[in-house]
């Protein structure tokens, strides 16, 4: 089972850390992924071995506070966060006034002891979730960011107050007894400061997921027994008949019954233009009525409607680990303790080696170190971009299923398109039905074992496939029977049916053995195609997809379907080979009719005659060239070729999203979506490399000035208030800059 907790308290990447470790340590945990941005933890598990008591019991226990994310409502969430943001600005406003008061006062000498008051009530209300995080960890035997500040402000704090109340002990040691509180005071004001403006720009992140919520109706009008009643949406159930008035959301996935409309689907799938929806099409909800009136049934509700699983997907994306992000936290898990111990290196250095006053100059330089390397740009590097671009994402249609996808999107080299209801649009109609006497020639020859066949009426060829095609569920299959049903042909009953994929469909009808499929299917049924192969080869060159039809063992007619090519596709197709991606056809159909449709759209390499199950195979070969493959397919026939490939993208239907196959949905059926999901990959990667450099970069530059390595050559030392609020800054940039992905053009 996977569940999702929120976790409260988290700061750094050594919290995320140590979240991780603990709840791994629970008995039946198989997986957990942990994100600083959007506070929450996913859990795979056991059932029969783990229950969120025990996972609360494992959080708590680290100092943190974890709840069931299901059960917290985003309406309660969001007042609860807006609590703690007010709670957390109180703070910062108490500790940075008083601050203030404490540098002022010692400048003019003010009483110590009033300092000592004031630096009081800052440590230990003010920091006191510094305490509550530390202390656990402690016990736990782990290190986090907050240990770092509450080692750092207590040694400061702790000194100035016997410097106060014990003046005499330190003067003995040959230290002047004087106090730092402005210290101790301003480094948690200015670290608490920083925190208020990181949440507030974390709140930024996670609009996506606001929106996405925004979009579900809370009513919905139920027609029943006559009369319209508005119910709330938590009331609607499968088969109720709902009303939709010009204007209004559409309250549910369903299927509309009378009446039509236009609809502004731009929400779900990113295009601008509305739908024109008839009796018998799928509305979505969440979706804008536009202009007309209708009624539907409600067919998804719930969790179940399409825009539940997206907001789950989204949910589940923004909270998941991109590869780049274990490095960093297997990093931030050595780096606690080696600042701990660069700490105590400066201390004694400078105690041992420093200048009149040594002990002061080595606490400061010691509480300068513990400051600016805690670790929370590095914690928030990644993850800030990860959420956004799964959001910003979302919001263009396109749906990411984990931050593994996202980073690994930007690598392709090779897209690989199925043909039909990708390239095409998947609803073919039929363009010839050949009785075999026509064509030939008339000076031809034919069989005469096929005389019976040659007197069968066009509307009996017809008749007999579409009768087989009822049982199929294959797109062609579809376009003959409503071939049949327009020129109104009685359709037979058919027994003994079979579907071979990849080659055809049998039965029997009036007590004949009828075939209908392709030229391996008759290959295979030993059914002699005689000089209509001439017929046929010229039918596909026009990118015709041709069946044949056999009864009794005798060949009696032709049937071509032609399947449109998307109107997109082309211009997708150019930009993705400009981009200097290969762009390879994989279809069932015969290579003439799949080298006429690759002609039409600019694709070179045509892997035709490709069965279902040896998609997968035709994959991993490409693979094997070294190349990182992307195959976009329809995520339910191309669900093994879609798992295999590097990343595999589905092309949703709107009402039916295919992501358990596939790393990637696209809601729309713009083709033009692959490359905007690349692009956002390329772009959300570079914003992640951008946070990194300058994360670690911080760290790394700032960690030896606080040290001390410029003062023999320039005098100079990093005060810890200063520290304090460049390591407020750092996390403040890296998230500002990650919240820059939302202005970019995908």
Known sequence: MKQTYLIKGMHCASCVRGVEEAIKKVPGVSDVSVSLPAET?????????????????????????????????????????????????????????????????????????????????????????????????????????????????????????????????????????????DVSVLVIGLILLGRYFEAKARAGTSEAIKKLIGLQAKTARIVKDGKEIDVPIEEVVVENVIRVRPGEKIPVDGEILEGGSSIDESMISGESIPVDKQKGDKVIGGTINKTGTFTYKATKVGSDTVLAQIIKLVGEAQASKAPIQRIVDLISSYFVPVVIILAIITFVVWYVFGPYPAFLLALLNTVAVLIIACPCAMG??????????????????????????????????????????????????????ILVSEAYPESGKKDPGQARMTEARRDDILGLAASLEKGSEHSLAEAIIQKAESEKITLSKV????????????????????????????????????????????????????????????????????????????????????????????????EKTANAIARQVGIKRVLAEVLPDQKEAEVKKIQA?????????????????????????????????????????????????????????????????????????????????????????????????????????????????SLLLKRVKI
């Open 380 to 433: 928030l590097a990644t993850p800030t971009a990860i959420v956004v671009g799964v959001g910003k994402g979302a919001e263009k249609g396109i749906l990411i299923k984990d931050a593994e996808s996202l980073e690994i999107a930007h690598k392709i080299n090779t897209v690989i398109f199925d043909k039909t209801g990708t390239l095409t649009n998947g609803k073919p109609v039929v363009t010839d039905v």
């Open 41 to 181: 933890a996913m859990v795979e598990f056991d059932l029969e071995k783990v229950d969120d008591e025990k996972v609360f019991s494992a959080v708590s226990g680290i100092g943190y506070q974890a709840a069931l994310k299901d059960n917290a409502g985003s309406d309660d969430l969001e007042k609860e966060k807006n609590k703690d943001l007010t709670r957390l600005k109180k703070k910062v406003v108490v500790s940075l006034f008083f601050g203030a008061l404490i540098f002022w006062g010692s400048l003019v000498g003010q009483n110590f002891f009033l300092q000592l008051i004031l630096a009081t009530i800052v440590q230990f209300w003010a920091g006191l979730g510094f305490y509550k995080a530390t202390l656990p960890a402690l016990r736990h035997r782990t290190a986090n960011m907050d240990t770092l500040i509450t080692i750092g402000t207590s040694a400061a704090y702790g000194f100035s107050a016997v410097a106060t109340l014990f003046p005499g002990l330190i003067a003995q040691a040959g230290i002047e007894p004087m106090p730092y509180f």
């Open 625 to 737: 060239e070294g190349k990182v493959v992307a195959m976009v397919g329809d995520g339910i026939n191309d669900a093994p070729a879609l798992a295999s490939a590097n990343i595999g993208i589905a092309m949703g239907s709107g009402t039916d999203v295919a992501i358990e196959s596939a790393g990637i949905t696209l809601v729309s059926k713009d083709l033009r979506s692959v490359i905007s999901a690349i692009e956002l990959s390329k772009k959300t990667m570079r914003t992640i490399r951008m946070n990194l450099f300058w994360a670690f970069g911080y760290n790394v530059a700032l960690i030896p000035v606080a040290m001390g390595v410029l003062y023999p050559f320039f005098g100079v030392l990093l005060n810890p208030i200063f520290a304090s609020g460049a390591m407020a800054l750092s996390s403040i940039s890296v998230v500002s800059n």
């Open 495 to 590: 027994e003994k049916f079979k579907a071979t994929p990849g080659y055809g469909v049998e039965g029997e009808i009036c007590k004949d053995k009828v075939f209908l499929g392709n030229r391996k299917l008759m290959e295979k049924e030993k059914i002699e195609i005689y000089d209509l192969r001439f017929k046929i080869e010229e039918l596909e060159s026009q990118g015709k997809t041709v069946m044949m039809l056999s009864v009794d063992g005798k060949l009696a007619g032709l049937i071509a379907v032609a399947d449109t090519v998307k109107e997109n596709t082309k211009e997708a197709v150019e930009k993705l080979q400009k981009m200097g991606i290969e762009v390879i056809m994989i279809t069932g159909d015969n």
